[in-house]
């Protein structure tokens, strides 16, 4: 018996796939990790901006309410023909808080040409002594009764005579400078020293004939 020998089958050859499953998995999983990081980066930052509005809002609306509530305590001053009128608020003292009536005396004088009005100074604005302070106006007016309280340092304005003119009198021709607080601020300390946190200034004019 004769055995034939012919060639033999030919072999599909199958590339080496060791490993690179493997390698895929690792790269997807770093660039699901770097999008899980940019995620939460991104929505960090969005809560902080948004913590950083709200804060500048309110310390808008307080000093928008400090600036309402001088003007019209000196428009009763003025209008009631008196030297005083109900309780402004308080003024800061070295380790005190007196409440106070507002009278002409707290309307700063104006000042000289070429000089630098009081109001405009900060450091008026930052002690608990010396001549000007500025005017406390009542933490009530921003804290609601029954509300949660949400500042801890009320607004504070100065009320400035301007120049006289040849139109009308001086006194009743002022300027009115608020400033409000966020409610990240905390409360003055006895020194009053300047605050950290949101700060806003606003600032009106207003003249009584």
Known sequence: MTAEFGPSPARTSVPSQRGIVLFVALIMLVIISLMAVMIVRNATSSEAVNSNVRQLQLATQA???ALRYCEDAAINLINSGTATVAQLG???VPATTTTIALSLTHILTAPAA???PASVITSNWDR????PLPLVVPLSTINLPGATVTYARPGECMLERLNPDAVSPF???MTITARGFGPEVAAADSSRTRPTGSEVWLQSTIQLR
């Open 114 to 116: 070429g000089t630098t």
């Open 63 to 65: 000093a928008e309410t």
């Open 128 to 131: 608990n002594s010396g001549t």
């Open 90 to 92: 308080v003024i800061a």
């Open 171 to 173: 006194v009743n021709v």
